[in-house]
């Protein structure tokens, strides 16, 4: 019975382990790093603490970029991407709360004088997909 259950457990794995590819277009410059979080709940989302997976593209040279997730299983997800040209870690504003720095969220969200939303940004990943993300600056 117990090798049933592994083997069940293990092949469900497998079976619900999906690739996500992210495109990142648009990237203005070569300085720093895209860092893009991935959330799988709208608690904190785009609060770098509350990631459900982070990637980082560190040397890149086109406008054009591409990072994958993998083993990811069906559920929902939402991505919060920024370019972090002076390599702080955090999405620079200016004195009136605006970003300094590029960003962009999935399904392109561009919502005027706030951050966009989980429910605005997400998408049901129930296979392999590819999304494509414009930064905006």
């Known amino acids: 019975m117990k090798k049933i259950i592994l083997f069940t457990s293990l092949f469900s794995s497998v079976i619900f382990a999906h690739t996500l590819t992210v495109s990142v277009s648009n990237v203005q410059n070569s300085?720093?790093?895209i860092l893009i979080g991935l959330f799988n709940s709208s608690s904190n989302f785009t609060?770098?603490?509350?990631?459900y997976k982070r990637g980082i593209i560190s040397s890149f040279d086109a406008k054009n970029l591409t990072?994958?997730?993998?083993?990811?299983?069906?559920?929902?997800?939402a991505i919060s991407i920024f370019h972090d040209e002076n390599s702080n870690e955090k999405l620079d504003?200016?004195?009136?709360?605006?970003?300094?720095?590029?960003?962009g969220f999935s399904n392109?969200?561009?919502?005027t004088f706030r951050?966009?939303?989980?429910?605005?940004?997400k998408f049901e990943l129930n296979s392999d997909k590819n999304i494509?993300?414009?930064?905006?600056?």
């Open 47 to 51: 609060k770098m603490d509350a990631i």
């Open 31 to 33: 300085r720093g790093a």
């Open 132 to 137: 494509t993300i414009k930064m905006g600056y």
């Open 67 to 77: 990072y994958t997730f993998s083993d990811l299983p069906n559920a929902s997800y």
């Open 93 to 103: 504003k200016n004195f009136f709360g605006l970003p300094k720095e590029g960003y």
């Open 108 to 111: 392109n969200i561009r919502p």
């Open 115 to 121: 951050p966009a939303t989980f429910e605005e940004s």
